[in-house]
């Protein structure tokens, strides 16, 4: 299948373009979330897409939603997405799309941390606690954390950093019951997952999981859950606390950034080489099959 950069409907209403999501509605109820082949660095979208990435995205996250679907209701339908959409635009959405319900989203980002890594390791360094949460001294870089810990973000606009918020702030925000609810979910998803990911050799250092709520205040999972792009997965056998281990995401992208000349992280992003888009899509296409059991399908 050819790489989707934009999806292209003209069927249904088109949204939003997110930075790796394009949203259609389907009626007053529903969205059809069609998962593109977008990347995202140091929040700029490349210019060049990434080949099966969205499909990668799209089975990942309906493994864990069908798996965690008893701690928390998720936004899923069940609906086909190639059914509401013209036959022409079929191959369009097929394998990377979603029908699911129209939530009122919650505008922070439930963020838990296992270990001691990129901004939370950095935070560490500085104030020898993370989001305002002390740990204990003499930790190292990719250390895990005695207890796994909630770091929400309060979620920016487009092309902006999210910006980590203390949990007081979360519950200023949207209220303290639901903010002592979503961070109770967010860390039994995390161990959960973990817990079943330690079967397949893999590490979950951090993941962020979304929340929103129905018509009658029912609080769903949404948008992805435990894909490559909103998680940091390692494999164990590679872990050693000291220094930062590989993972199963957009590494390589990240690392040929870091060495472009003159490039100060806004946009426009510079090409990527054909290389690291291979190499690219070959780890988000790892990490399906090492944590799910799973080929990409179709």
């Known amino acids: 299948m050819a790489a989707v950069y934009h999806s292209n409907l003209h069927s249904l209403p088109l949204l939003s ?6 949203n259609y509605a389907v009626g007053d109820d529903r969205l059809l979330i069609v998962t593109t082949d977008r990347l ?19 089975q990942m996250a309906l493994f864990w939603f069908e798996r965690l679907a008893d701690v928390v209701p998720n936004h ?39 270990y001691l890594i990129g901004s939370g390791w950095k935070d560490y360094v500085a104030s020898g606690a993370v989001c305002g949460i002390a740990l204990p001294p003499g930790l190292r870089m990719a250390d895990r954390l005695p207890e796994p810990i909630f770091t929400p973000a309060a979620k920016a606009e487009l092309g902006e950093h999210d910006e980590n918020i203390g949990f007081d702030e979360m519950s200023a925000r949207i209220g ?5 609810r979503i961070r109770r979910i967010s860390l039994e998803l995390y161990r959960r997952a973990s817990e079943y990911a ?4 893999i590490i979950i250092a951090d993941t962020k999981f979304e929340f929103g709520l129905d018509a009658q205040g029912t609080l769903h999972l949404m948008d992805e859950v435990l894909t490559a792009d909103s998680s940091r997965f390692w494999p164990a056998d590679e872990w050693r606390p000291g220094i930062s281990p590989p993972s199963f995401d957009k590494q390589f992208v990240r690392d040929y950034l870091e060495t472009v000349p ?9 090409p990527l080489p054909r290389e690291v888009i291979e190499q690219t899509a070959a780890k988000y ?6 944590l799910t059991g799973q080929e990409l399908a179709g």
């Open 17 to 22: 373009r997110g930075k790796v999501r394009d």
């Open 40 to 58: 995202s660095a140091f929040d700029v979208i490349m210019a060049d897409p990434i080949p099966d990435k969205g499909r990668v995205l799209n």
């Open 76 to 114: 899923l339908t069940g609906v086909d997405p190639e059914s509401v959409v013209t036959a022409d635009e079929r191959e369009q959405v097929r394998g990377r799309s979603m029908v699911v319900k129209r939530l009122k989203p919650i505008l922070v980002e439930a963020v838990v941390r296992g």
């Open 176 to 180: 303290a019951p639901l903010a002592a």
């Open 198 to 201: 330690a079967t397949r050799g």
């Open 262 to 270: 003159g490039w100060n992280k806004r946009p426009p992003p510079p």
């Open 285 to 290: 296409r790892e990490a399906l099959r090492r």
